[in-house]
């Protein structure tokens, strides 16, 4: 066993037997942690392979061989725990290659999508996932980081090359909507209030037509846009409302002379005197300037009634002192009289022969010529009123 100096022998043997006792401590330990699985199958084995080696080389007192034998019957355990932990592994494996499969159809889903601000964000996200995630077979794993790799960059790629292109939009927009704003300037002291108003529409359709530019500048460019539109406006609205007020002046001087004129004109009794009174109405009424705009219509309805007044007053006239017109007039009264007698004549002469029927119906004829010949008659009194 070995020597122990300056120590009896119960001393030493009880050194040896101590050595022996430690073996067997670390033997139990080994034995509960592999039955308890603290330790993995190949640190067990390599556990099992040391002890195995410093019993069979210990100077120490005690059933060395037991423990042996002990270490010898914990193979049939690791085996087991060995198989587990393959199966393990293989799970592990599996569900890996699994959610790496899933991370990189999510890669390439993204890839191809138009995402440029949430894919950001999920992009980082997916590679913290991947990097906590276990390797798995070489040739699998390096395939899947290609993949999500690629589909990455090619992300990239397209983003940097979107945001190039709205870059280059909004540039463009920013230098359409300046030229708009130098126009305003131009043109936000005019007093040609209906061309500049129109042309400030068509600055506005061109305003939306120009797109935006980056957030900041779009929203300073249109406060100085809104800015020149508003100066323009403020100063149409106040002429407008300094024109109003002369407007209201002449409409209620108008419709004063209106008044007047209806009062004194019509209804028309003096043909010559009413068309007097109506140039002399039209020049007062033409000294005033314009009027409201919904006042014009209803003036200009009321100053066209007075004037078909003596237009037909006029016409009236005419058709009474016209020579020709009392002629046609005497020579109808005088053709239906006529008329009227021959057939009385024809009547009378089919009633002499008893032809009934045929008086009848001549003497309905001598009515409908009578009625005719009382209109006519009418129409040639007027004719002789006028001459009365």
């Not at 077979?137 to 990455?152: G, I």
């Not at 359709?205 to 120009?210: F, G, L, R, S």
Request: charged share 35%.
């Amino acid at each position: 066993m070995g020597q122990v100096p300056d120590a009896d022998p119960a001393e030493a043997l009880a050194f040896f037997v101590r050595r022996f006792e430690a073996l067997e401590t670390e033997v139990n330990l080994l034995s509960k942690r592999i039955e308890s699985g603290t330790v993995s199958p190949e640190e067990a084995r390599k556990a099992v392979n040391a002890l195995s080696t410093s019993i069979a080389e210990a100077n120490a007192v005690g059933d060395l061989d037991g423990l042996i034998v002990t270490l010898q019957g914990l193979a049939p355990q690791l085996a087991a725990a060995q198989e587990a932990r393959k199966a393990q592994r293989a799970q592990q494996n599996e569900e890996t290659r699994a959610a790496k499969e899933a991370m990189v159809e999510q890669a390439e889903k993204l890839a191809a999508g138009n995402d440029w601000r949430g894919g950001v964000n999920r992009f980082r996200a997916l590679l913290d996932e991947w990097k906590a995630l276990p390797r798995i077979d070489r040739a699998t794993d390096d395939e899947l980081w290609h993949r999500f790799s690629s589909a990455r960059t090619t992300y990239t790629r397209r983003r940097k090359a979107q945001f190039a292109s709205e870059n280059e939009r909004r540039d463009g927009a920013r230098k359409a909507k300046e030229a708009i704003i130098a126009r305003a300037r131009e043109i936000a002291g005019s007093t040609d209030w209906s061309d500049t108003a129109a042309e400030f529409r068509q600055l506005m359709n061109q305003w939306k037509a120009a797109g935006g530019a980056a957030r900041e500048i779009d929203d300073a460019l249109w406060a100085e846009f809104r800015g020149l539109q508003d100066q323009f406006f403020e100063a149409r609205s106040a002429a407008f409302s300094a024109e109003d007020d002369e407007f209201r002046e002449n409409l209620t001087a108008k419709q004063s002379l209106l008044d007047e004129a209806e009062a004194t004109i019509v209804p028309v009794t003096d043909v010559k005197t009413a068309r007097d009174q109506f140039r002399d109405f039209l020049a007062r009424y033409n000294e005033h300037g314009k009027v409201p705009r919904d006042a014009i219509r209803p003036l200009e309805n009321r100053v066209r009634a007075l004037e078909h007044a003596i237009k037909a007053a006029e016409d009236d006239e005419w058709r009474r002192t016209d020579p020709e017109a009392r002629k046609r007039a005497s020579d109808t009264v005088e053709m239906f009289t006529t008329q009227i007698e021959k057939l009385a004549k024809q009547a009378d002469d089919a009633e002499a022969r008893g032809d009934l029927k045929k008086a009848q119906k001549t003497r309905e004829s001598i009515k409908t010529y009578t009625e005719w010949l009382n209109q006519a008659t009418k129409a040639l009194d007027e004719f002789s009123g006028n001459g009365a």
